[in-house]
């Protein structure tokens, strides 16, 4: 066996990256794990296994199986069960483990932001009169605008909205960031959108339709995170490193 066995949760450019930065170290053996929702996932650095555990009971099972040392929840901080499945299999294995996790965006000067706390409610949150949406929230979630058929959406995500949506006026933008602000821009222009409805996902890759918003003066409906206790969390793909070292020097100390 080689050295400590991280298990990384990932399905973000975050957990990419720190994969990434930890391919070629001798001294770790690490695995990434996805869900397996994304049709054609990015190429990933390190070896990837796919799909669910089965609950934070299977996770627990797959940490003891594969002898893992060390488990970090890189998950996108909307991703609600497997993070709380990550702090209940840790607990129950009793292994070392936190969380990757990018702060959340601040509204600035100049930004027009409506919090909400779901997509159903971000969905109820528009006018009753028809407006022009921007929905970039995922696939997954897309059909809540069902609920509100009276506006006109275009909907980005990275793989196709199934089914697809029962409203008479929406329009599929397929695309994967990162985006630039100058494409963002244009886009908002173009389709004439007079609200953005976002998730806070935090990080550089989906910030640009932010700005671009903030540019245009639209109104931005946004999707705040739940305030959940999760895993002790690092926002810094650095920091991670750093708490790694520390991590995998103490068990190479311990001699586990
Ligand atoms: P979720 O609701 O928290 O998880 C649902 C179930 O999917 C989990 O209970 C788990 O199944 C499985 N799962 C989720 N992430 C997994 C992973 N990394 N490896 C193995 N199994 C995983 O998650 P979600 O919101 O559907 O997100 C799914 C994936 O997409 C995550 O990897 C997340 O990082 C990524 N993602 C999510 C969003 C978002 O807005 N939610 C945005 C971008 C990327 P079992 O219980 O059977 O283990």
Same mark, same amino acid.
């Given at each position: 066996?080689?050295?400590?066995?991280?298990? @990384?949760?990932?399905?973000?450019?975050?957990?990419?990256?720190?994969?990434?930065?930890?391919?070629?170290?001798?001294?770790?053996?690490?695995?990434?794990?996805?869900?397996?929702?994304? @049709?054609?996932?990015? /190429?990933?650095?390190?070896? &990837?296994?796919?799909?669910? %555990?089965?609950?934070? +009971?299977?996770?627990?099972?797959?940490?003891?199986?594969?002898?893992?040392?060390?488990? @970090?929840?890189?998950?996108?901080?909307?991703?609600?069960?497997?993070?709380?499945?990550?702090?209940?299999?840790?607990?129950?294995?009793?292994?070392?483990? %936190?969380?990757?996790?990018?702060?959340?965006?601040?509204?600035? +000067?100049?930004?027009?932001?409506?919090? &909400?706390?779901? &997509?159903?409610?971000?969905?109820?949150?528009?006018? /009753?009169?028809?407006?022009?949406? %921007?929905?970039?929230?995922?696939?997954?979630?897309?059909?809540?605008?069902?609920?509100?058929?009276?506006? =006109?959406?275009?909907?980005?995500? &990275?793989?196709?909205?199934?089914?697809?949506?029962?409203? /008479?006026?929406?329009?599929?933008? =397929?695309?994967?960031? /990162?985006?630039?602000?100058?494409?963002?821009?244009?886009?908002?222009?173009?389709?004439?959108?007079?609200?953005?409805?976002?998730?806070?996902?935090?990080?550089?890759?989906?910030?640009?339709?932010?700005?671009?918003?903030?540019?245009?003066?639209?109104?931005?409906?946004?999707? +705040?995170?739940?305030?959940?206790?999760?895993?002790?969390?690092?926002?810094?793909?650095?920091?991670?490193?750093?708490?790694?070292?520390?991590?995998?020097?103490?068990?190479?100390?311990?001699?586990?």
């Amino acid at each position: 066996m080689g050295g400590t066995r991280i298990l @990384i949760l990932g399905g973000t450019t975050e957990a990419r990256r720190l994969a990434a930065a930890l391919a070629a170290r001798a001294d770790l053996d690490v695995i990434l794990s996805l869900a397996g929702r994304t @049709i054609d996932p990015a /190429p990933q650095p390190v070896p &990837v296994r796919t799909g669910g %555990f089965g609950g934070a +009971e299977g996770l627990a099972r797959y940490l003891k199986d594969k002898q893992i040392n060390l488990l @970090i929840d890189a998950t996108h901080p909307f991703a609600a069960r497997i993070s709380a499945n990550a702090v209940d299999a840790a607990g129950r294995s009793g292994i070392a483990a %936190f969380a990757l996790r990018r702060t959340a965006w601040l509204p600035i +000067e100049g930004d027009r932001w409506r919090a &909400v706390h779901s &997509v159903a409610e971000a969905i109820a949150a528009l006018d /009753p009169s028809p407006r022009r949406v %921007f929905l970039a929230i995922g696939r997954q979630e897309a059909h809540r605008a069902n609920d509100a058929p009276v506006h =006109h959406y275009w909907v980005r995500s &990275v793989d196709p909205v199934e089914p697809v949506l029962t409203v /008479p006026d929406v329009t599929y933008i =397929h695309a994967k960031g /990162p985006f630039r602000l100058e494409d963002e821009l244009a886009m908002l222009r173009e389709y004439r959108i007079d609200a953005v409805v976002a998730k806070n996902s935090g990080g550089d890759a989906t910030y640009a339709k932010i700005e671009a918003a903030r540019q245009l003066g639209i109104e931005v409906i946004m999707v +705040e995170r739940a305030q959940v206790a999760g895993l002790p969390a690092v926002e810094t793909i650095e920091a991670a490193l750093h708490r790694i070292d520390h991590l995998a020097s103490s068990l190479m100390k311990r001699g586990v």
